[in-house]
């Protein structure tokens, strides 16, 4: 199996009550996740979730601790994933989907509903509103 890394960025609007979501395309149907995507090669974990970010919605960041690890394994493609999602703040730009082949909508969106479209764990509903991180560390680069 191949492993596949992937960045995503929690934000918060400026009065902390929604986070932003893109709704991706799919093959047949539509769905909402964080913004976010594969780390290319070359790229730390934090310059592919800024990257990831401005390609989607636009929109600039700073990106902070770790929020959640998470991993899963796509047997049909034969991927090993590990998502990695940061708290990350809006710095600049403006929502402006680059790549509407891939994005359809860039939303606000209250907490509780968001949090049925992110990958967490059940049994932690509610984490948004922890916002609990851990350090991100970068040695030896």
Do not use: C
């Amino acid at each position: 199996m191949k492993r596949v890394d992937v960045t995503y960025v929690l934000l918060f609007d400026e009065h902390e009550q929604n986070v932003l979501m893109v709704k991706n395309k799919g093959t047949g149907s539509s769905y909402y996740t964080l913004p976010g995507g594969a780390v290319e090669q070359g790229e730390t974990l934090k310059q592919a979730a800024v990257r990831e970010v401005k390609e989607e919605t636009g929109l600039d960041v700073r990106v902070g601790d770790v929020f959640t690890v998470g991993e899963a394994f796509f047997e049909e493609r034969e991927h090993h994933a590990i998502f990695f999602t940061f708290v990350g703040k809006v710095i600049g730009g403006e929502i402006n989907i680059s790549f509407p082949e891939e994005i359809e909508e860039v939303t606000w969106m209250a907490l509780d509903q968001a949090e049925k479209y992110i990958h967490i764990t059940s049994g932690f509903e509610g984490l948004l509103m922890d916002r609990n991180t851990v350090p991100y560390i970068l040695r030896n680069r």
